[in-house]
Every structure is written in C-alpha cells, then in structure tokens.
T-cell receptor, first 111, second 109 residues
Framework: GAGVSQSPRYKVAKRGQDVALRCDPI?????LFWYQQALGQGPEFLTY????????KSGLPSDRFFAERPEGSVSTLKIQRTQQEDSAVYLC?????????FGEGSRLTVL | QKEVEQDPGPLSVPEGAIVSLNCTYS??????FMWYRQYSRKGPELLMY????GNKEDGRFTAQVDKSSKYISLFIRDSQPSDSATYLC?????????FGTGTSLTVIP
C-alpha cells in the first residue's frame, strides 16, 4: 500500500481483556518499529523488527506485551490482560533511508 | 534524564508570527536530528532533518542544531493556521529513535 496501515484505529477494552493490534508496513520496508504514545507525550520505543527477526524488545513494558512479524511483513502487537495504564496510542512505523513512516496509530482505551 | 527534552507548551501565536520551538539533548554522540509534525489523531510525519551542526532551510521552516550547547531549534516564519499541530524533535543513533514530548502549537487566524 501507499502508507503504513494500522487497525483497528480505535479499541475499547475492559480491564483484563486481551487485545491485538495490527500493522501493515510500506511494501518492501525491512525494518518496523512499534511505539507507545501516551496523552501529551512523545512516542516511546517498544520494539523493533528487521524482517521477521525481533532485534530489540527492550521497550516492552511488561511480559504482557508481545509482538510478532512471522513473515517479515505484517506485524501484530498483542497485549494480554490489559490494564488501565495500557491506555495509549500505539504507533507502528517502517523505515527507509533513515526516515520513519508512521501509521495513524491504534488508540487503545482500557476501562 | 531523557535523551531529548522538549518544552511541551502549549504555544499559541497569531497568524504571521515567527515561531521558535526548542529542544535539548543529552548525548554529544548524537548526529542526526529531526523534527516531526503530528496533527491531531494522526501519526507523526517527518518535517525536516539535519546532520551534525548548522542550519537547514526549507521554505518557511528552518532547523538549527548547536552541538556545543546540545540545542535543537525549529523556526517557522509567517506561521499559518495550517501549521497548528504538535511538533516533535527527535534524534537517531543505531536503530533507536528518541523523541521529545512534543510542543503543541496553535496559530490563530
């Protein structure tokens, strides 16, 4: 596609539910990032993939967060047993020649 | 200490004003500096980038890096209502991008 596509755009979950957020990067982009953006804050790094390999997951806040990119294209960020502090916008980005191309984000609200 | 610090504002200016947005960074090894613009409920998009010190101009926008003081600036001349957005400074090293908190700018017609 023309840009990075994320779905769903909005997700409301009850505390304790599992959620899955999808990212479809720009075709041909090898590297993919996930960021978490809380209200009024800048994007905070979660994890980084190069093709299907997860090279850095140091930003994942707890073991409830899990990301995968099994075929080196579409990526899924999964959050298990959601908590209120997980409420944020989750941004996916792919990169080419040093420029990050972001999707519009998935806004997660945990009640 | 965060890698990049940014005054969150908010900043409100009349149309036509000159806007100055500023950040500081902590690591003198950083070489690449970027400004991203983020409209409400959208993802950030790259506005400008600079390498090392100096100025870079693109239309009404000028990005400036002062490595001696670890200071990054973005100047917007003749600001327009369409410039109303959050501006994020960022730096990059290896495979890590570090973002400031963003400055919210409103340009009033």
């Amino acid at each position: 596609g023309a840009g990075v596509s994320q779905s769903p755009r909005y997700k409301v979950a009850k505390r304790g539910q599992d959620v899955a957020l999808r990212c479809d990067p720009i075709s041909g982009h090898v590297s993919l990032f996930w960021y978490q953006q809380a209200l009024g804050q800048g994007p905070e790094f979660l994890t980084y993939f190069q093709n299907e390999a997860q090279l850095d997951k140091s930003g994942l806040p707890s073991d409830r967060f899990f990301a995968e990119r099994p075929e080196g294209s579409v990526s899924t960020l999964k959050i298990q047993r959601t908590q209120q502090e997980d409420s944020a916008v989750y941004l996916c980005a792919s990169i080419e020649t040093g420029e990050l191309f972001f999707g519009e984000g998935s806004r997660l609200t945990v009640l | 200490q965060k890698e990049v610090e940014q005054d969150p504002g908010p900043l409100s200016v009349p149309e036509g004003a000159i806007v100055s947005l500023n950040c500081t960074y902590s690591n003198s090894a950083f070489q690449y500096f970027m400004w991203y613009r983020q409209y409400s409920r959208k993802g950030p998009e790259l506005l400008m980038y600079t390498y090392s010190s100096g100025n870079k101009e693109d239309g009404r926008f000028t990005a400036q890096v002062d490595k001696s003081s670890k200071y990054i600036s973005l100047f917007i001349r003749d600001s327009q209502p369409s410039d109303s957005a959050t501006y994020l400074c960022a730096t990059y090293t290896g495979n890590q991008f570090y973002f400031g908190t963003g400055t919210s700018l409103t340009v009033i017609p």
